[in-house]
């Protein structure tokens, strides 16, 4: 059984008499452990698709199924649930709380998954070590730099051990030294046996992962073999 | 997310905006403290108030006065003996429920005089020694006079420490306080000896007032000495009239004075030439303020016996004042509360607005809390709770400052009844500033939860 079973999803928008399909019939799996990336132009659908799979968004149409849960048709408290515990969000512009120093908002995730505070505080700490900055916890976001917050979101992300990572566009906003730091996170990440999907328009960022998603005006347009990318994997580790 | 979560966040945003919280939680603040002040203000009158009905004797209270034959009983008019000795037997032997009863012959327009002074008391009264009861008497010094006393007519008197202070000197012009037991005085051409003084009477305000003149020295008061009327206070009267009391046996009125009477046919102040039996009037206390309409019933009755059918008394309690009492504090109470309550509701919307105006400026962070795992239920709480946090602290605020109020309104009027702060009024004023946060809160957190994640990221 797959990680996730995407089955003839269709995301469809409305704008004045207009019909946008932001995704169009995609059907798609993802097995656990793998490092995908989704790539495609501008307004092809790929956050649509991230954000579905996700379950930050429901589709119009189609079937989802996470880790053996059917998606569609949950409660936006199941759904707050599962985004919880299984997913982890990367974004292009970190979305981190400016409120909150580095520590709290890599607590964050597990303040709404009632851990106690003091097992808070040392997952958070074993988080940020992991992407060394453990000696910024008291800082407040805008106290760092692009690629420390990306860091840090990615600490967010990792903090509640979820099944699967997303990243849109994780290095969008970075230059590209730092963003090529950020790309080795994620590999580290996979190696280590994280499902890390990441969404790029940059080909050469799509390069790096074993198997890649094209999108085109909402269709997949064309994808390596699962079976290939995993060797490609193995290839890649030693 | 659980609610301690929720709170500490709650304080984190009024800290992190506190001109603005202290700007919102103002109304909550006025509401709170002018409703606690006001019914502290109500309360300290209330307190005032009923001092005063307590110290005539309460509720339990009922006097019988002489009236003039109604109309169609006319023609009895030369039957109707009035109110005399013979109820007085007959109460105490047929009406169990008047536990106390107490005659009285006034002694209209009694001059007192000794020590080449003159002096007018309020009352110049011939009573039973069951007076002292009736009428909530204290004897500080010396003793009421007893069943003797009155049985043999003894040429005695027990006053209230004003007609010794005007006869004698008060203690705060010759400096100690003068016992004048055992003094000879001579009221209408009779002399009495005193044997008993009552205590001091005053209201709780003007003891501590002045025991504190006491501890103070006294104000230079200017120009020459003149009596400054009669205290500010409203109720202290009731005081007044015990302190400018003469109580002499009933007896003694009768036979040295051939006094009695009532105020009605005669009038007040009229010299009784022969002697009258009649009682000026005759105060019935009810064990039980509960039986007052039962004990009024049975008295009736047993008064309609003895006066044959002829119905020349009436009844006087004292349940107008206490009504009257009840309906000021009521009234005051209830147009206090309106303003108050109006304060609070303002206060209320003030806070629905901030919050209102602070989701909106929240919008990306809800969307990232939810992005991150923040349910519906955790989202609605933690705005609810914020909401409710600057009601809390408001009204913690502002039970501070209705005691600041409190006490900064008593220094401004010292001579009115001191306000008292209740712990109802308190937990009233604070139960409801948390409500209206709750109330103030339900919108915003409403709108809050419902945020679409993916709407709440991509704002702007
Ligand atoms: N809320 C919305 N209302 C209407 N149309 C939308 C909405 N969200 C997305 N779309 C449309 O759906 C299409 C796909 O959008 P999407 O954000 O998935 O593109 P994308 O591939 O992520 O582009 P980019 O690389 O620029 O981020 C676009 O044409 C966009 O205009
Ligand atoms: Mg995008």
């Known amino acids: 059984m797959s990680l996730v079973e995407l089955r003839n999803v269709s995301k469809i928008y409305h704008l004045g008499g207009e019909e946008i399909r932001a995704l169009d019939n995609v059907s798609l799996d993802i097995e656990s452990g793998e490092f995908i990336s989704i790539i495609g132009p501008s307004g092809s659908g790929k956050s649509t698709l991230m954000h579905i799979l996700g379950c930050l968004d429901s589709p119009t149409s189609g079937t989802i199924k996470l880790d053996g849960t059917m998606i569609q048709g949950a409660s936006p408290r199941e759904l707050a649930r599962i985004r919880n515990r299984k997913i982890g969000f990367v974004f292009q512009f970190f979305n981190l709380l400016p409120k909150l120093n580095v520590l709290q908002n890599v607590e964050l995730p597990m303040v709404y998954s009632g851990v106690s505070a003091r097992e808070r505080h040392e997952r958070a700490v074993a988080a940020l070590k992991m992407v060394d900055l453990e000696n910024r916890s008291k800082h407040r976001p805008s106290q760092l730099s692009g690629g420390q917050q990306q860091r840090v979101a990615i600490a967010r992300a990792l903090v509640n051990s979820p099944k699967i990572i997303f990243a849109d566009e994780p290095t969008g906003n970075l230059d590209t030294n730092t963003g090529e730091a950020i790309l080795q996170l994620f590999c580290k990440l996979s190696r280590e046996g994280s499902t890390v999907i990441l969404v790029t328009h940059d080909p050469e960022i799509a390069a790096v992962t074993p198997r890649r998603i094209e999108i085109r005006d909402g269709k997949i347009a064309e994808k390596v073999d699962a079976r290939l990318a995993g060797l490609d994997r193995v290839a890649r580790t030693f | ?460």
Request: hydrophobic share 45%; net charge neutral; with cysteine.
């Open chain 2, 1 to 460: 997310m659980n609610l301690w979560n929720a709170i500490v966040i709650g304080f984190k945003e009024i800290w992190a905006h506190k001109f603005r919280s202290v700007l919102t939680m103002l109304g909550i603040i006025l509401g709170v403290s002018s409703l606690v002040a006001m019914s502290a203000m109500v309360k300290g009158i209330e307190i005032g108030a009923k001092e005063a009905l307590v110290a005539i004797g309460g509720l339990q209270k009922i006097r019988i006065e002489a009236q003039k034959v109604p109309i169609y009983q006319r023609y009895l008019t030369d039957q109707a003996v009035g109110v005399t000795l013979n109820d007085v037997y007959a109460l105490q032997s047929s009406a169990p429920l008047a536990a106390l009863v107490s005659p009285e012959m006034r002694l209209y327009g009694a001059t007192v005089s000794a020590n080449g002074k003159t002096y007018r008391p309020w009352v110049c009264t011939g009573v039973w020694p069951v007076a002292i009861e009736m009428y909530e008497h204290v004897v500080e010094h010396g003793r009421m006079f007893n069943e003797i006393d009155d049985e043999m007519a003894r040429s005695v008197c027990v006053i209230g420490t004003e007609v010794r202070d005007e006869i004698f000197g008060s203690p705060q012009q010759v400096g100690h306080e003068i016992i004048p037991l055992g003094e000879t005085i001579n009221i209408n051409g009779q002399s009495l000896t005193i044997i008993g003084m009552f205590q001091h009477y005053e209201n709780e305000q003007d003891r501590k007032q002045r025991e504190l003149a006491l501890q103070q020295a006294e104000p230079n008061k200017t120009g020459p000495a003149r009596s400054r009327g009669w205290g500010t206070t409203s109720q202290n009267w009731a005081f007044k009239l015990k302190n400018a009391s003469v109580l002499i046996p009933l007896n003694t009125i009768w036979i040295k004075f051939r006094a009695g009477g009532t105020a009605g046919p005669g009038g007040w102040g009229a010299t009784v030439a022969a002697a009258d039996p009649r009682l000026s009037v005759l105060e019935v206390k009810v064990a039980e303020v509960e039986h007052l309409n039962a004990a009024l019933q049975q008295i009736r009755n047993v008064l309609m016996s003895t006066h044959k059918g002829i119905e020349d008394f009436y009844f006087r309690t004292q349940e107008e004042w206490a009504e009257n009492i009840d309906t000021f504090v009521r009234n005051a109470r209830m147009s206090g509360s309106i303003i108050a309550g109006i304060s609070l509701l303002v206060g209320g919307i003030g806070i629905m607005n901030i919050m209102l105006a602070s989701i909106s400026g929240r919008i990306r962070e809800i969307g990232i809390r939810k992005a991150v795992g923040a349910g519906t239920g955790a989202v609605f709480i933690q705005i609810l709770v914020e909401s409710v946090v600057i009601a809390v602290v408001g009204g913690l605020a502002g039970l501070a400052g209705s005691y600041a109020l409190v006490r900064s309104m008593s220094s401004f009027s010292p001579t009115g009844n001191d306000p008292v702060i209740t712990v109802t009024a308190m937990a009233i004023a604070f139960g409801f500033s948390v409500c209206i946060g709750i109330l103030a809160g339900l919108i915003p957190a409403f709108k809050a939860a419902r945020l679409d994640p993916i709407v709440a990221l991509r704002y702007e």
